[in-house]
């Protein structure tokens, strides 16, 4: 990384968490020039991201200052699902969301899907045409169950960001998260079995587990710090619990980041109930914050935790490479991968191994977190310039999803078929519970640049919103 | 097609259909040159095909002759399967297959592996370069779960050769036929549900049925016309059967095609019995003849066939691009697609739509028909020669797969382990049957053309056995 970026970064990482406080003169130049051992230009350029990032004001003269505190809305209040096993259902809105056709016009807020527009994704683009040219037939051939070893080797390498230590032998390639996901559920729990799922929860994995005829119990879960603890330890005594499946880096749809010491006190109590935890860490890569978060697999010893992830939203979603680090339920998930679809795909393997060993990763990591920081916040002001007063959002710590919170009443059904006849696409709040709840809340995706088409968009929806309510 | 190659394929029909007999001598030049009305240097080419496929025989003014007949090894015997639904195990050894590392040197007999050289795929390797130029990032999207639309089109287009009248909407793209299995069966069966499958049978598809803990009912099945009928009524009598599981058209691993009139009559025999039939029909565009057998979907009425299949045998394995038409269950089958991998990656998918859409996909598959049937020709020849006497081997309609049945007493695992340390792997048999049968058979690819490695290789697999026969 350029000694310019790291500066940024650590000084963003020290105003994000109060260290400066709103309106607080920074350290001037000079001072930061000794301090850091790095030249003059080189603090002006960290302080010329920060600038862009919105997180230093510079005043004439004066230098450089925290910008003043922004009104912030209030958080979302916290679900309390039924305290049983449900089955689960929405598969008709889920299919709904996924089957919307990418019309021209439509502007999708409700999908998960990253900016892959980005600059830094071209060598990516490049290694493909390079494997099309160089490697011809051969990248045709079935690969391994496992997967490709280079990339696994690759994965590994970066897997050490959250603090894992694996080997190439302790990944195995899927066709996405969701393979992963589901190849573990499968290898873990049996139709009947009960999941306990952090709720809201994202829709997929829970969409998997009615697939599969399982059951999930829905754990109530604080907006900043994730799965209630408390809450758990009561499930975990009452039902016969299988497995913990949870999103705790960059939660979907919330966004926040469990705190490692709820992470360990998680995988405590895995242990004392003798459960597995399913980690979904697709987002964890996106964390605002630098270094990114410790996934809860990174402090298993004896196996119990498979960890979950891809190259969907860190990359892009058409590439259809995850992998799984399943622990002690390695050779159960092979089999379960098998079963499902054989073999992944040889060809983005290759490219994507191509691209980490270029070392492009980290680049466009870098790029990305900052675009979906600055969109996270254009969002949140955006929803509060043309949202109903009252409207609570989360307050996302990574990844690009904002999850909002209208009045007890509000159907946010009824808004999005009264949006989709205006081409705006928002996801539903009642696909991310497993009964149907949040029928008041909505996701939106806040990936794209800002531009005045996504802000129409989002005036859109408030603008429907004030005019359901006054029909009501 | 060019007018020399239709009327080459009309002959070695008429010859392989034994309409000339061994000996015989063929129409002349100038005969055919009227009754087709084609030129006679359009005959001449058709001759010249055959000539090269070793079914005509010039002969110094005489003109063209049927080749005298050549000694054919006895057939396998029809297996004898427990009557009764069983756990399925096996998997050990499928994985060990499965595993095996593409190392330098080693000759892969045992995978079901097309011939990925051929020049008729250069214009897919360029199609895929293309996209990585042209479409660049929009080929990183989510596709829509039910797969691109142009490609859905493509496959109703070719699937018409097989007698099915199908729109894209019947159709669901999955990663790979595996995937098409697997969704199908999920859609259909729940766990201790019995499944009745052809034996021997493609091991994959009932690893599929273990690891969703349903049961195998193996039904006995003749090497040339395929699943008993008889056996299967009395099965379906007997048990709560729910899914009928068969690959009917150039079979893996006995490459039976089983005629039009028992296809209709096992459709006849589901429908009485009110089950659904699961149709693997990825090697059925390699049939020898043409035009290609009719599927049992194409009689299907009611839709309870889920028809099957990929472009893993016809185009390359890597591409994990499979269908799945599933008739009536189209709703519950997209649900479990959905729950396995999300949706199928767009970038294979718009390559193998632009090579089906310019018309590669008929001259690829005829070349692969020839060097299959020659391969197959080649291959019998081989085993005839390195193989102790009385070896029993399968007749392929199409495909590239031969399967060899040795003394009934004799062990394919060992022989297997015996060869792995000289550089030669085959499929031991006990991996096509759900309860370990066939340990006495083999299955060999014929894909690649002859060369002396591969002949080297099956004269290894021979000497083998007499030495593991010795040993005894």
Request: glycine share 8%; hydrophobic share 40%.
């Amino acid at each position: 990384m350029t000694l310019y970026v790291n500066l940024a970064e650590l000084l963003g990482t020290r105003i994000e968490n109060g260290f400066y406080r709103p309106g607080d003169r920074l350290p001037s130049v000079r001072a930061l020039s000794v301090e850091h051992g790095v030249s003059l230009s080189t603090v002006q350029q960290a302080y010329r991201v920060l600038e862009d990032n919105g997180l230093a004001l510079p005043k004439p003269k004066s230098g450089y200052f925290v910008p003043a505190s922004r009104a912030v809305p209030a958080l979302p209040v916290i679900g309390r699902p039924a305290q049983r096993p449900v089955d689960i259902s929405q598969w008709d809105q889920v299919l709904d969301l996924m089957r919307t056709k990418t019309i021209p016009g439509l502007v999708q807020l409700g999908r998960g899907m990253p900016d892959v527009t980005s600059p830094t994704l071209r060598p990516l683009m490049r290694a493909f045409g390079k494997i099309a040219r160089d490697e011809g037939l051969s990248a045709l051939y079935y690969d391994s169950i496992q997967g490709n070893q280079t990339l696994r080797e690759q994965i590994a390498r970066v897997l050490l960001d959250s603090g894992c230590n694996l080997t190439a032998n302790d990944l195995l390639i899927t066709a996405g998260c969701h393979e992963a996901l589901s190849a573990s559920v499968r290898a873990i729990c049996e139709p009947g079995d009960i999941v306990a799922v952090d709720s809201p929860s994202f829709f997929g994995a829970m969409q998997t587990l009615k697939g599969l005829g399982m059951k999930a119990l829905e754990i109530p879960t604080d907006p900043l710090t994730g799965i209630s603890l408390e809450a758990l330890e009561l499930a975990l005594e009452q039902w016969p619990i299988k497995v913990i499946q949870l999103t705790p880096s960059c939660n979907n749809p919330l966004g926040y980041v469990m705190p490692e010491s709820r992470k360990r006190a998680l995988l405590t109590l895995a242990q004392r109930f003798d459960v597995a935890i399913i980690e979904d860490d697709v987002y964890g890569d996106l964390a605002f914050s630098y270094p990114r978060p410790r996934t809860i697999k990174s402090f298993d010893e004896d196996g119990r935790v498979l960890l979950c992830s891809s190259f969907s939203k860190t990359l892009a979603p058409g590439l259809r490479v995850g992998w799984v680090a399943p622990g002690r339920y390695l050779e159960r998930v092979l089999h379960m991968k098998y079963i499902g679809t054989g073999s992944t795909a040889p060809q983005p393997q290759l490219a994507v191994a191509d691209f980490l060993a270029n070392g492009h990763y980290e680049p466009h990591l870098r790029r990305m977190r900052t675009q979906y920081q600055r969109g996270r916040d254009q969002m949140i002001d955006w929803v509060m310039r043309y949202f109903p007063e009252g409207t609570r959002v989360s307050r996302p710590q990574g990844g690009f999803m904002l999850w909002i919170e209208l009045a007890e009443d509000f159907d946010t059904l009824r808004l999005n078929r009264a949006l989709l006849a205006q081409n705006v696409q928002i996801a539903v709040g009642s696909i991310f519970s497993a009964s149907g709840k949040y029928r008041n809340c909505l996701r939106m995706n806040f990936a794209a640049k800002a531009s005045p088409e996504v802000e129409a968009a989002v005036s859109k929806v408030g603008a429907t919103i004030f005019r359901l309510i006054e029909e009501e």
